[in-house]
């Protein structure tokens, strides 16, 4: 192993997924609040369950931020919650969506930031074209776990580092994409 592969497996609260997550929801290019709270830049990682490394990879970075927490989790109690008993991001879309085909036979994670993610392509150069990045495409994310305690509520949370686009997928949420509406030469009803 090289040195650059140890440095990257060397904090286990982060997590790189597989190249066939699927980003849903996809709000990268600008913050948005939900509720009146504070604007963030957020998205939905569709995981299959047949990538069991990456899973694996998120439980173990679950447990470690549940480890790392303890005393923010404790806070003003006498005990830990047990880990079991939290919100954790990790869900089964089987169970949560069973109505949206999207998310059928896969977990899915919410992850979000206050700044906004790092964007490349499968080159790791930059994508500055905002239609490249929609919800639907797929590709890796870089995320982060951490314990949080607050206003009464206490769990395990996902933060948002960077993105990277492997491949197109079809768009989700039922919107097709300008390229693609408009990629034939014309339309018959138009010449007649």
Same mark, same amino acid.
């Given at each position: 192993m090289t040195k650059q592969a140890n440095k990257i497996n060397s904090n286990p609260l982060k997590v790189i997924t597989g190249p066939d997550t699927r980003w849903s929801y996809a709000n990268v290019w600008e913050p948005k609040s939900i509720n009146g709270s504070m604007p963030k830049f957020s998205v939905s990682l569709v995981i299959p369950k047949s990538d069991? *490394?990456? /899973?694996?990879? %998120?439980?173990?970075a679950i447990a470690a931020a549940y480890q790392e927490g303890e005393a923010k989790l404790? $806070? =003003? @109690?006498?005990? /830990?919650?047990?880990? +079991? !008993?939290?919100?954790?991001?990790?869900?089964?879309g089987d169970i949560e969506r069973p109505d949206d085909p999207a998310y059928a036979n896969a977990y899915f994670i919410n992850a979000n930031s206050a700044t906004a993610p790092g964007i490349v392509d499968a080159n790791c150069q930059p994508i500055l074209e905002?239609?490249?990045?929609?919800? @639907? /495409?797929? $590709? *890796?994310?870089? %995320? +982060? #776990?951490? !314990? #949080? =305690?607050? =206003?009464? =509520? &206490?769990?395990i949370a996902c933060g948002l580092n960077n993105l990277? &686009? %492997?491949?197109?997928?079809?768009?989700? $949420? @039922?919107k097709? *994409? !300008?390229?693609?509406?408009?990629a034939t030469d014309l339309d018959e009803d138009f010449l007649s």
């Open positions: 069991t *490394r990456t /899973v694996a990879k %998120i439980k173990a404790k $806070g =003003n @109690g006498k005990t /830990v919650p047990p880990l +079991s !008993a939290l919100k954790t991001p990790l869900r089964d905002h239609s490249e990045v929609y919800s @639907g /495409v797929y $590709g *890796r994310a870089s %995320i +982060s #776990f951490y !314990a #949080f =305690n607050s =206003n009464g =509520n &206490k769990g990277q &686009k %492997i491949r197109d997928g079809e768009p989700l $949420g @039922g097709s *994409r !300008a390229e693609d509406d408009f």
